[in-house]
């Protein structure tokens, strides 16, 4: 996997819209952070434009992404914020010059898409809070968090054991994202190949029964038979209908997982809540799960 390089002060990055349109001057707080790490900040035209609940036309959402892809002087791409969008332009971005010269991807959620597309071009990417949630409100750690992450390349993580963990080592590739858009990358030419892969999953605002829908998916597709470790965050806003599902979300996981032999941790802070912790894409990392804490480390790069 090709990593980026690493910002530092005077580096020029993008912000762009590829998904849900955003209020006009709501980046307001997030342009200020960003110079405040000394950074150069280009907002995308599009970027507080409208089409239905996207940020503009397909077209115009393209132009932007593929021009901030596109300029070697920008160095990270800052998704404004994700929704729905993202997935409707993957089949016509162009590589060429990202390929020339890779930069970072930030974002979540329906941003899911283009870390897929990233991570099919070989290309690291970091999941990680975004700048419509930028502002004087969001815990210290998940600003300073991706501001070292960007600036230094340190994003271990350690966390508390949970009850539902399954315990034991694994070393691998990370990925993943939002579960309902996993699952929707299967048999597409952005599915990676999860051989090697330590999956990440989060989700937000959905019924129980389908959390385990998407699960099976997973598990009938082959994606549980190959990975070599799971890292579940936040589960926000989960929904059960008048006859209860009668599962936990964490019982629907281990569920699923219980045929295979790989370490599980749950209780990562990453996900559709304020306290949201970077992982980076595609960088090889070791995840060990003990009877009292979790640790994803990475490995360096050579």
């Known amino acids: 996997m090709i990593q980026p390089k690493l910002l530092q002060a005077g580096d020029t990055v993008a912000i762009v819209s590829p998904a849900k349109f955003i209020p006009q001057d709501s980046l307001l707080s997030a342009v200020q952070i960003l110079q405040s790490w000394g950074l150069q900040v280009r907002i995308g035209l599009s970027v507080y434009q409208r089409h239905f ?3 503009g036309t397909d077209a115009q959402r393209l132009a932007d992404l593929q021009e ?12 404004s914020r994700g929704g729905y ?36 071009h070989k290309v690291m990417s970091i999941h990680a809070t975004m700048p419509l949630l930028m502002n004087p409100t969001a815990p210290e750690a998940t600003i300073q968090g991706l501001k070292e992450v960007l ?10 054991n949970s009850a539902s963990n399954r315990l034991g080592s ?23 190949d999860f051989e090697n892969i330590i999956l990440f999953i989060e989700e937000v605002s959905e019924y129980k029964y389908r959390i385990d829908r998407l699960m099976v998916h997973l598990k009938m597709a082959g994606v549980l038979a190959r990975i070599k470790g799971l890292v579940v965050g936040q589960f ?7 006859q209860v599902f009668g599962a936990s979300v964490e019982e629907i996981i281990q569920e699923h997982c219980a045929s295979y032999a790989f370490p599980i941790a749950f209780g990562f802070e990453a996900g559709h809540e304020a306290l949201h912790l970077p992982l980076v894409f595609g960088k090889s990392c070791n995840l060990e799960v003990s009877s009292t804490q979790s640790s994803l480390k990475y490995e360096s790069s050579r």
């Open 151 to 160: 600036f230094t390349g340190n994003a271990n993580h350690q966390w508390a």
């Open 85 to 120: 969008g993202s997935g409707r332009l993957l089949d016509a971005l162009q590589t060429k010059y990202l390929l020339a010269n890779p930069k970072w991807l930030i974002g979540f959620s329906d941003i899911t898409f283009l870390h897929a597309f990233w991570h099919a």
């Open 68 to 79: 901030a892809m596109d300029d070697p002087k920008v160095k990270a791409i800052f998704c």
């Open 170 to 192: 694994a070393q691998g590739v990370l990925w993943g994202g939002n579960l309902s858009i996993i699952s929707h990358l299967l048999g597409t030419p952005y599915q990676p």
């Open 236 to 242: 926000t806003d989960t929904k059960d209908n008048p």
């Open 53 to 55: 609940q996207m940020a």
